[in-house]
């Protein structure tokens, strides 16, 4: 199993970010799997962004859920996230997981995305 | 929703035991037996440690423990290692069907 994320690793503020993460080795048509996203911004912990299950049931951090879209491509595997409105607390490591319920048992390596002017 | 809370730092010699705890609320931690836990060393990507509370993914040492009383989980490390130096995150579902992150512990094995 593994997963990928890919994307812009600049942006500035104000813009918006979208974020792919590619994955192989399991289906996200299979019952009880979701794929996520979590960031860490530099020398920070870990936060949880949002996550889509294989029935297109969506999941969102509350304090997020009005800049975030998640989506997926079941054909493509792959799993989408766009993050509006850019601002610079943004700038953190972006990491897809999987979900099995009820823990993420494989990550993917990450990507710094960094917003600035 | 808050995140759960890490004690920032512990440390502990070679052979030592310790016990890191996290912190939630009845809303999470307190609501599922849906804690888990990673380890991650400086720049690589959190490994899975302990999940459901107290299960290990195989492959994961025994020197690896976990419980949950209340909205207390608790992470014990027995027989550190100099590998064992690394951060540790906490995490749980919640009633809200999302997932909270703790906010890390530094384990520093002296």
């Known amino acids: 199993i593994t997963l990928k994320e890919s994307g812009p690793t600049l942006a500035r503020p104000k813009e918006s970010l979208t974020l792919t993460c590619t994955f192989s080795?399991?289906?996200?048509?299979?019952?009880?799997?979701?794929v996520g996203w979590i960031r860490q911004p530099p020398g920070k912990a870990l936060e949880w962004l949002a996550l889509?299950?294989?029935?297109?049931?969506?999941r969102y951090n509350p304090s997020l859920k009005r800049r975030l879209t998640i989506t997926k491509d079941t054909s493509k595997n792959q799993v989408v996230l766009t993050m509006t409105n850019l601002d610079p607390v943004d700038t953190a490591t972006y990491f897809c997981?999987?979900?099995?319920?009820?823990?993420?048992?494989?990550w993917g390596q990450g990507s710094l995305f960094t917003v600035s002017s | 929703q808050s995140a759960l809370t890490q004690p920032a730092s512990v440390s502990g010699s070679p052979g030592q035991s310790i016990t890191i705890s996290c912190t939630g609320t009845?809303?999470?931690?307190?609501?599922?037996?849906?804690v888990s836990w990673y380890q991650q060393h400086p720049g690589k990507v959190p490994n899975l440690l302990i999940y459901?509370?107290?299960k290990r993914p195989s492959g994961v040492s025994n020197r690896f423990s976990a419980s949950k009383s209340g909205d207390t989980a608790s992470l014990t490390i027995s027989g550190l290692q100099a590998e064992d130096d690394a951060d540790y995150y906490c995490?749980?579902?919640?009633?809200?069907?999302?997932?909270?992150f703790g906010g890390g512990t530094r384990l520093t094995v002296l």
């Open positions: 009845s809303s999470d931690v307190g609501a599922f037996n849906y």
């Open positions: 997981a999987r979900t099995i319920p009820m823990t993420w048992d494989h």
């Open positions: 995490s749980s579902y919640t009633r809200s069907s999302t997932w909270v």
């Open positions: 459901d509370v107290n």
């Open positions: 080795g399991f289906s996200l048509s299979t019952s009880g799997v979701g």
């Open positions: 889509i299950y294989w029935n297109e049931d969506k």
